[in-house]
C-alpha cells in the first residue's frame, strides 16, 4: 500500500528554520501533485503549500507565502517543506498528501487528496 512518511519536525525557536522531507512509497511519485497542510491544536486542517508533477509550479497559502518553499525531487520520491522565518503560530502537525482529484499542482482542500502521511509535530517557541 501507498505509504508518505513525513520526517523534520522539531522545536524550533522563532525566527528560526526547518525543513520537513516527505518520502513517498509504492506511489508512482512522478504521477501526482503534492501538497502540505497542518493542524494546529483545535483548529480545522489549514493548505500550506502544493507543487505540481514536475516541481514546475508551486501554490501557497498566504500565511505562509515568503516564507516557505516547497519543492520536490522525483527521483527520490520526496517532496520537501523549506521553513523559514518560523512564527509561534506556525505550531502545528505538519502533513504530506498526494493530490487524488487529477489537479496539477494539486488543490488547496484536504477532500482533494487521496493519500497522507502520519505528521510530524512542529513546535516554534517564543
Known amino acids: 500500500q501507498v505509504q508518505l512518511v513525513e520526517s523534520g519536525g522539531g522545536l524550533v525557536q522563532a525566527g528560526g528554520s526547518l525543513r520537513l522531507s516527505c518520502a513517498a512509497s509504492?506511489?508512482?511519485?512522478?504521477?501526482?501533485?503534492m501538497g502540505w497542510f497542518r493542524q494546529a491544536p483545535g483548529k480545522e486542517l489549514e493548505f500550506v503549500s502544493t507543487i505540481s508533477r514536475s516541481g514546475g509550479r508551486t501554490y501557497y497559502g498566504d500565511s505562509v507565502k515568503g516564507r516557505f518553499t516547497i519543492s520536490r525531487d522525483n527521483a527520490k520520491n520526496t517532496v520537501y517543506l523549506q521553513m523559514n522565518s518560523l512564527k509561534p503560530e506556525d505550531t502545528a502537525v505538519y502533513y504530506c498528501a498526494a493530490d487524488g482529484s487529477g489537479r496539477d499542482p494539486g488543490g488547496r482542500h484536504p477532500y482533494e487528496y487521496r493519500y497522507w502521511g502520519q505528521g510530524t509535530q512542529v513546535t516554534v517557541s517564543s
Open positions: 509504492r506511489l508512482t511519485f512522478s504521477s501526482y501533485g
